[in-house]
């Protein structure tokens, strides 16, 4: 039976809910017809523009604090990446017609967000049930009934929240428990083949989207050789943790039998395939040879490894990448590349939450990037991350979890 095509945009704009598609700026993105008639805003006044712009704080309900109320909820939406629902609010709307005009308006709203691959919230669908004519009801003739259904309403509200409170409160509780297995699954900060090391892990501030990524240092057989390694898997939580270290094991125990760090990928990307949770996982590992002087190199869709040279000249190795692990319906051999450095250079992984920030293209993190390692590389490691880390991740802290390893060469 052929499937039947679905036109989701007509059934957007038909659904009977007023509901609102809101940007992380919290910057309206599209709206269906019943938010337009509920509203009584035409589409064309409320796209691209702020929400709080738009319905500012009612003058005539000052104590309702309705925007201070729908502001908490959809940064707690963008900080957890969960379901928000709010009480039973009421908002004084301005007649668009007739200015200093104000209309009572008692609305149910619920907020939840829409996830990206990278499990980051890329749109906040707002929905808005209006219940004015339930609540209008009470002043019917003194209608008792009226008045029943609005207390349901708002005890129903409250039930909502509680049960909210509740999963943010069990969603904390796995954080931490996620945040100490990781911990206990990460290498101990130590030197490796004799040179000093660095390595840092920030989880993410005010979110459950922590413990997917990690980092690795081995000493390699044959040589003085070392592999370093970063990844980042996709998702959160217990989950991500328990997967994250089952593919930093994998590899660290693959590295130390593979020909180079391609094959080390190309063992770990089977295995990835076999591991539930590790589908579309980004991992780098770079094998450097110190008695060649030569760094060689190979990328499952991540970013770029930086090398300081000693004369301050920086270089991105991003010539060996490769789609995220387990990406392929058919595994292929993974590209390999190398280049040379000189004692004194420094080895610099990271994770995308160093770099990655909404509404700014990488580029323009890695240059950030670039420059804090040409302004601070002359210092020893350890001061040297934390260089790092103070110039690049938010003052508030970042929204991702952010791994860095930095290897003075």
Request: glycine share 8%; charged share 25%.
């Amino acid at each position: 039976m052929a499937r039947t095509s679905i036109d989701y945009e007509g059934v957007y704009q038909a659904l009977p809910g007023m509901v609102a598609l809101l940007t992380p700026d919290l910057v309206f993105a599209d709206v269906n017809e019943a938010y337009v008639r509920g509203t009584g805003r035409p589409r064309e006044s409320l796209l691209g523009r702020h929400v709080f712009d738009v319905f500012p704080e009612s003058v005539n309900s000052p104590a309702a604090h309705h925007s201070h109320q729908l502001r908490a909820s959809l940064l707690r939406v963008l900080a957890t990446g969960e379901r928000d629902t709010m009480p039973l609010q009421r908002y004084d709307i301005e007649s668009p017609e007739h200015s200093g005009d104000w209309h009572e308006h008692y609305w149910s709203p619920v907020n939840s967000p829409v996830l990206g691959p990278d499990g980051r919230v890329r749109l906040i669908v707002h929905r808005v049930e209006e219940v004015t004519e339930f609540v209008r009801a009470r002043g019917l003739g003194g209608d008792t009934a009226g008045r029943v259904l609005e207390a349901e309403l708002y005890t129903r509200a409250r039930e909502l929240q509680e049960l909210n409170n509740r999963l943010r409160e069990a969603h904390a509780r796995e954080r931490e428990v996620a945040l100490v297995l990781q911990k206990a699954m990460l290498p101990a900060n130590r030197p490796v083949g004799h040179r000093r090391a660095a390595v840092r892990y920030r989880p993410a501030v005010g979110a459950l989207n922590v413990c997917g990524d990690w980092y690795d240092l081995v000493d390699l057989v044959g040589g003085h050789r070392i592999g370093v390694s970063v990844g980042d898997v996709v998702g959160h939580g217990l989950e991500a943790a328990g997967v994250m270290g089952q593919l930093r094991s994998a590899l660290s125990a693959t590295s130390r039998v593979a020909d180079g760090p391609a094959q080390a990928l190309n063992v770990l990307g089977r295995y990835a395939h076999v591991v539930d949770g590790a589908e579309s996982a980004t991992v780098v590992t770079t094998f450097v040879d110190f008695d060649r002087h030569v760094i060689t190199y190979s990328s499952a869709g991540h970013p770029p490894p930086v090398l300081l040279h000693h004369d301050g000249r920086v270089e991105f190795l991003d010539r060996a990448t490769d789609p995220p692990l387990d990406a392929r319906p058919d595994p292929q051999p993974r590209p390999e590349a190398s280049t040379v450095f000189s004692p004194g250079a420094t080895l610099v992984l990271y994770t995308d939450g160093l770099i990655e920030r909404r509404r700014e293209d990488i580029d323009v993190g890695l240059l950030r990037l670039a420059e804090s390692l040409r302004h601070h590389g002359a210092l020893d490691p350890e001061p040297l991350a934390d260089t790092v880390l103070r110039e690049l991740l938010p003052p508030g802290g970042a929204t991702d979890d952010t791994a860095l390893v930095v290897v003075r060469l």
